[in-house]
């Protein structure tokens, strides 16, 4: 990754724009003050951040202004009151600086809408709500610029922070329906648009909270688990597919038959001997109609069949294995027996392959179980409403249950991160 | 490598499925004689290649290197029996281009320069079979060694071995490779007897087409079935006995994967 695909830019544009721009190379010359190595990384790009040359910042300011720095006051429009504050201003040629304060701009306040008697006669009654509790709370909004966690602070009768800000915008949100002339029109407005959710601002809470409560032990643990459910996914797609060409292998006429250590895939596996066992024979038929071949030729026929159900990285690390032990890819001396007894080895590579596969993922799915007892906080919700879909792979004889319970806890931390991200369509979030 | 060897090397399982098929098609084999016998492959073991000789002082700049291509049998017998002519496709740079070789030894000499690729087309006599097989080899005069200098003295030699397979021979075509040396000969499905072989012409004429006694059969590689098969032998060895192992360590833990389950999951 370079510069240009940081910044999004497509690479396709640039070769024209190379082509055109080599005659006139200096012009992409690179600024003083930035090494060449650093310039080098850019691409010839401009970087992001406005580099200053050092050089520029030395150079001595004119010498017809003159600067002085003076302790003056000040008004702000962002002040009520009168109270007369003083700061150093910069004064160039002995003229102050006019206007005000040049903060003064940041003083924004929050709209609260005013709703009259009648209007909330008509739209704004509430069974959990009096006029004056309502009356109050809106007084404290406009105070307090919609901070709720103050307002809650200073509301008279206690109710929770979720309360007040579930009544705050469900009222905003009738006046504006209400005031519209048609619905369409506020239909986009946030507050109409994503309705406050008061239960699930409640459960991002408690989520959030559990969270932070956690300790650092049981940070690291929850990475963990996330690291190993990745892998565990990743570990599922490859070691399937090497299930599957295994028992295609196993059926081979002539091949060694494999120790199936998979009974929930026995069901299908006639078929995929059967498939095997033409697509020999279909090699065979095709060989025989050729009336007169090169031994090579069928060797390369029969391995290409052999390997089709693997992968193409599989292939790779059987070929990979070959080479380790010392055995030609393609045989010297390619005799019949040696032919023979070459597929054989591949085949008996690919089934030592698919063990290592095996191995290595139940290594992992056993490991992620002894600390498996982690997870078991009161919090646990004890009935999964829903399976990942990745459940339904390969039986496993042993590992099943303890993998649901993996999966248990991959499930429950992936949804208090879900929590915790898309924290929930709350508008004007400010609190 | 002796002739017959390879059916007694195969696998128990093959041989079998073969011979059971074979058991069907007897009668109708029998009935038709002279025709193609099913399940049945004769096979000739070949070696194809090159010898390329530098020619040192007297080489020209067009002219550097001697070279012979040539397809000859694994252990030097003639061919021709087999084969009635031999054509390579040399380097259209070269006058005649195409060379036809219609008798033993299925050789050719030339010199030049380059390296190309020779296409070797081989025809069979037409009882044997009447569609011809295609050979490529890379005509090597270089030594791919970067160190080994080149030399007058020793040639640059690259062969390849292979079989030219015939499956579903004629009975004429088995007849006549019976007692042939060239021939990887089958087994023979029980009760089926051949004619008698026909009596190979006179060994004065054989003598001439073989490469026994080749001016270059010094230079012949040698190609080793035995070593290949204990190369084999001990990879296999090798790869089953990471097999038990992995095999043990998944039932190891399998095992502990019973104790770590709790009984309140069950």
Same mark, same amino acid.
């Given at each position: 990754?370079d510069?240009?695909?940081i910044?999004?830019?497509?690479k396709?544009?640039?070769?024209?724009l190379e082509?055109?721009?080599r005659?006139?190379?200096?012009?992409?010359?690179?600024?003083?003050?930035?090494?060449r190595?650093?310039?080098?990384l850019?691409?010839?790009l401009p970087?992001?951040?406005?580099?200053?040359d050092?050089?520029h910042?030395?150079?001595?300011?004119?010498?017809?202004?003159?600067i002085?720095w003076?302790?003056l006051p000040?008004s702000?429009?962002?002040?009520?009151?009168n109270?007369?504050?003083?700061?150093?201003?910069?004064?160039?040629?002995?003229?102050?600086?006019t206007?005000?304060?040049?903060?003064?701009?940041?003083?924004?306040?929050?709209?609260?809408?005013k709703?009259t008697e009648?209007?909330?006669?008509?739209y704004?009654?509430?069974?959990?709500?009096?006029?004056?509790?309502t009356?109050?709370l809106?007084d404290?909004?406009?105070?307090f610029?919609?901070?709720?966690?103050?307002i809650?602070?200073?509301?008279p009768?206690?109710?929770?922070?979720?309360?007040?800000?579930?009544?705050?915008?469900?009222?905003?949100?009738?006046?504006l329906?209400?005031?519209?002339?048609?619905?369409?029109?506020?239909?986009a407005?946030p507050?109409?648009?994503?309705?406050?959710n008061?239960?699930?601002?409640?459960? =991002? %809470?408690r989520? &959030?909270s559990?969270?932070?409560? #956690?300790?650092?032990? +049981?940070?690291?643990r929850d @990475?963990e688990?996330?690291?190993?459910?990745?892998?565990?996914?990743?570990?599922?797609?490859?070691?399937?597919?090497?299930?599957?060409?295994?028992?295609?292998?196993?059926?081979n006429?002539g091949a060694?038959?494999?120790?199936?250590?998979i009974?929930g895939?026995?069901?299908?596996s006639?078929m995929?001997?059967s498939s095997?066992?033409?697509?020999?024979?279909a090699?065979?038929?095709?060989?025989?109609t050729?009336?007169?071949?090169?031994?090579?030729?069928?060797?390369d026929q029969?391995v290409?069949?052999?390997?089709?159900?693997a992968?193409?990285?599989?292939i790779?690390?059987v070929?990979?294995?070959?080479?380790?032990?010392g055995?030609?890819?393609?045989?010297?001396?390619?005799?019949?027996?040696?032919?023979?007894?070459h597929?054989?080895? =591949? %085949?008996e590579? &690919?089934?030592l392959?698919?063990l #290592?596969?095996?191995? +290595?993922?139940k290594?992992? @799915?056993?490991?992620?179980?002894r600390?498996?007892s982690?997870g078991?906080?009161?919090?646990?919700?004890k009935?999964?409403p829903?399976?990942?879909?990745?459940?339904?792979f390969?039986?496993?004889r042993?590992g099943?249950?303890?993998h649901?319970?993996?999966?248990?806890?991959?499930?429950?931390?992936?949804?208090?991160?879900?929590?915790?991200?898309?924290?929930e369509?709350?508008?004007?979030a400010?609190q | 490598?002796s002739?017959?060897?390879?059916?007694?090397k195969?696998?128990?399982d093959?041989?079998q499925?073969?011979?059971t098929?074979?058991?069907?098609?007897?009668?109708?084999?029998?009935k038709n004689?002279g025709k193609?016998?099913k399940?049945v492959?004769?096979?000739?073991?070949?070696v194809?290649?090159n010898?390329?000789?530098w020619?040192?002082?007297?080489?020209?700049e067009?002219?550097s290197?001697?070279?012979?291509v040539?397809?000859r049998?694994?252990?030097n017998?003639?061919?021709?029996?087999?084969i009635k002519r031999?054509v390579?496709?040399?380097?259209?740079s070269?006058?005649?281009?195409?060379?036809?070789?219609?008798?033993?030894?299925?050789e050719?000499?030339?010199?030049g320069w380059?390296?190309?690729?020779?296409?070797?087309?081989?025809?069979?006599?037409?009882?044997?079979?009447?569609?011809?097989?295609?050979?490529?080899?890379?005509l090597?005069?270089y030594?791919?060694?970067e160190?080994?200098?080149?030399?007058?003295?020793?040639?640059?030699?690259?062969?390849?071995y292979?079989?030219?397979?015939?499956?579903d021979?004629?009975?004429?075509?088995?007849?006549?490779?019976?007692?042939?040396?060239?021939?990887?000969?089958p087994?023979?499905?029980?009760g089926l007897?051949?004619p008698?072989?026909?009596?190979?012409e006179?060994?004065?004429?054989?003598?001439?087409g073989?490469?026994?006694?080749?001016s270059?059969?010094q230079w012949?590689?040698n190609?080793s079935?035995?070593?290949?098969?204990?190369q084999?032998?001990?990879a296999?060895?090798?790869v089953?006995?990471?097999?038990?192992k992995l095999?043990?360590?998944i039932?190891?833990?399998?095992?502990?994967?019973?104790?770590?389950k709790p009984?309140s999951?069950q």
């Amino acid at each position: 990754m370079d510069a240009k695909d940081i910044l999004g830019l497509s690479k396709n544009s640039f070769p024209a724009l190379e082509k055109k721009s080599r005659p006139h190379k200096e012009s992409h010359r690179k600024p003083d003050g930035i090494s060449r190595e650093v310039y080098a990384l850019t691409g010839g790009l401009p970087s992001l951040m406005p580099s200053i040359d050092a050089s520029h910042l030395k150079k001595k300011p004119p010498s017809n202004e003159k600067i002085t720095w003076q302790w003056l006051p000040f008004s702000s429009s962002a002040r009520k009151d009168n109270l007369q504050l003083y700061h150093w201003v910069r004064i160039i040629n002995g003229v102050p600086p006019t206007g005000d304060y040049s903060f003064a701009k940041y003083n924004k306040s929050v709209e609260i809408i005013k709703y009259t008697e009648e209007e909330y006669e008509k739209y704004l009654t509430d069974p959990m709500w009096t006029k004056e509790e309502t009356d109050q709370l809106f007084d404290l909004c406009e105070r307090f610029d919609l901070r709720f966690v103050v307002i809650a602070d200073r509301f008279p009768s206690s109710r929770t922070v979720e309360e007040l800000k579930d009544r705050y915008y469900s009222v905003c949100r009738a006046i504006l329906i209400a005031r519209a002339p048609s619905p369409g029109d506020v239909a986009a407005h946030p507050v109409v648009k994503e309705p406050y959710n008061v239960s699930q601002d409640i459960e =991002r %809470k408690r989520a &959030l909270s559990m969270v932070l409560s #956690q300790t650092r032990q +049981q940070e690291r643990r929850d @990475e963990e688990v996330l690291i190993e459910a990745k892998r565990i996914a990743e570990l599922r797609m490859p070691a399937k597919a090497v299930q599957e060409s295994q028992l295609a292998d196993a059926s081979n006429p002539g091949a060694e038959v494999t120790e199936r250590t998979i009974p929930g895939e026995t069901a299908s596996s006639p078929m995929v001997v059967s498939s095997t066992l033409t697509d020999n024979a279909a090699i065979l038929a095709s060989l025989r109609t050729l009336r007169v071949y090169l031994r090579t030729y069928a060797l390369d026929q029969m391995v290409q069949s052999a390997s089709s159900s693997a992968g193409l990285r599989t292939i790779k690390r059987v070929e990979q294995t070959l080479h380790d032990l010392g055995v030609n890819l393609k045989p010297r001396v390619p005799t019949k027996a040696v032919c023979t007894e070459h597929l054989e080895l =591949r %085949k008996e590579i &690919l089934t030592l392959l698919n063990l #290592q596969k095996q191995v +290595q993922y139940k290594e992992a @799915e056993g490991s992620s179980f002894r600390d498996g007892s982690y997870g078991e906080s009161p919090g646990t919700p004890k009935d999964q409403p829903f399976i990942p879909e990745f459940m339904s792979f390969g039986g496993e004889r042993v590992g099943k249950k303890d993998h649901k319970r993996k999966v248990h806890d991959i499930v429950y931390n992936y949804v208090i991160l879900y929590y915790l991200f898309h924290s929930e369509g709350e508008p004007c979030a400010q609190q | 490598m002796s002739n017959n060897s390879c059916w007694e090397k195969l696998g128990p399982d093959q041989p079998q499925s073969q011979r059971t098929k074979m058991g069907k098609s007897e009668d109708k084999d029998r009935k038709n004689l002279g025709k193609k016998l099913k399940d049945v492959e004769i096979s000739i073991p070949i070696v194809y290649g090159n010898i390329a000789f530098w020619l040192g002082k007297k080489a020209s700049e067009y002219h550097s290197h001697k070279w012979t291509v040539y397809v000859r049998g694994s252990t030097n017998e003639e061919l021709g029996q087999f084969i009635k002519r031999a054509v390579f496709q040399l380097h259209s740079s070269f006058n005649n281009p195409t060379r036809v070789v219609n008798s033993p030894p299925f050789e050719l000499s030339e010199s030049g320069w380059g390296e190309f690729e020779i296409a070797i087309t081989i025809y069979f006599h037409s009882d044997i079979c009447d569609k011809p097989l295609n050979l490529y080899h890379h005509l090597k005069l270089y030594p791919e060694d970067e160190n080994s200098s080149m030399s007058t003295k020793k040639p640059v030699v690259v062969e390849c071995y292979d079989e030219i397979v015939f499956p579903d021979p004629s009975e004429a075509f088995l007849a006549r490779a019976q007692s042939h040396p060239a021939v990887n000969f089958p087994r023979l499905p029980a009760g089926l007897t051949l004619p008698p072989p026909i009596p190979v012409e006179d060994a004065s004429k054989r003598r001439k087409g073989d490469t026994k006694d080749h001016s270059l059969c010094q230079w012949f590689m040698n190609f080793s079935e035995a070593d290949e098969l204990l190369q084999l032998a001990a990879a296999r060895q090798q790869v089953q006995a990471h097999i038990a192992k992995l095999k043990r360590q998944i039932n190891l833990i399998d095992g502990q994967h019973q104790q770590f389950k709790p009984s309140s999951d069950q």
